[in-house]
T-cell receptor, first 115, second 111 residues
Framework: DVKVTQSSRYLVKRTGEKVFLECVQDMDHENMFWYRQDPGLGLRLIYFSYDVKMKEKGDIPEGYSVSREKKERFSLILESASTNQTSMYLC??????????????FGSGTQLSVL | GEDVEQSLFLSVREGDSSVINCTYTDSSSTYLYWYKQEPGAGLQLLTYIFSNMDMKQDQRLTVLLNKKDKHLSLRIADTQTGDSAIYFCAEFSSGTYKYIFGTGTRLKVLA
């Protein structure tokens, strides 16, 4: 089974701190994604990556950056955390190719609180 | 514009069938998915359907797709308390290579 691992389940940070959220997948997937989930808003795409060192902005990239130095790892960086970035952050990966059916596999999420 | 709509809440009694509905707008969607999210957890893929299919059955789960009305439904037979969760409908378009998620339906199963 595909495993997508997010390094922390819960994080509490202070306003202005630089925050790193790490995500690792073990199935050699090309595609990796970062979403944030807020009540009533569903999932919103922050950034995604189709290959090592490649990144594309999603729908809400402001205040975030990403890094993909290795295929299995996709990091989300909050350069200067703010209270409106308090949210559940979900990492996902998917395989390319016809047989993959474009299925997204999610990590268990990181609940970030910015005080 | 792109949008996937779901009702926010559904409550059923244990043993009854649940039907969760979803409407989407992108007629070029290639795949449509149902995900389940339990409290404090990530999204787990439950089932999915290719856009050229009308129905897919997988044990207690039945997915119906009406492409004309852009309507997707998930039926859970013999609903159990362990089925209580948030259910997300999502569409993927190979044209835009984009996933669009609904806001989720919270299913509550009453004993």
């Amino acid at each position: 089974d595909v495993k997508v691992t997010q390094s922390s389940r819960y994080l509490v940070k202070r306003t202005g701190e630089k925050v790193f959220l790490e995500c690792v997948q073990d199935m050699d997937h090309e595609n990796m994604f970062w979403y944030r989930q807020d009540p009533g808003l569903g999932l919103r795409l922050i950034y995604f990556s189709y290959d090592v060192k490649m990144k594309e902005k999603g729908d809400i990239p402001e205040g975030y950056s990403v890094s993909r130095e290795k295929k299995e790892r996709f990091s989300l960086i909050l350069e200067s955390a703010s209270t409106n970035q308090t949210s559940m952050y979900l990492c996902a990966s998917s395989d390319q190719g016809v047989a993959a059916d474009e299925k997204l596999f999610f990590g268990s999420g990181t609940q970030l609180s910015v005080l | 514009g792109e949008d996937v709509e779901q009702s926010l809440f559904l409550s059923v009694r244990e043993g009854d069938s649940s039907v969760i509905n979803c409407t989407y707008t992108d007629s070029s969607s290639t795949y449509l998915y149902w995900y389940k999210q339990e409290p404090g957890a990530g999204l787990q893929l439950l089932t999915y359907i290719f856009s050229n299919m009308d129905m897919k059955q997988d044990q207690r789960l039945t997915v119906l797709l009406n492409k004309k009305d852009k309507h997707l439904s998930l039926r859970i037979a013999d609903t159990q308390t362990g089925d209580s969760a948030i259910y997300f409908c999502a569409e993927f378009s190979s044209g835009t290579y984009k996933y669009i998620f609904g806001t989720g339906t919270r299913l509550k199963v009453l004993a």
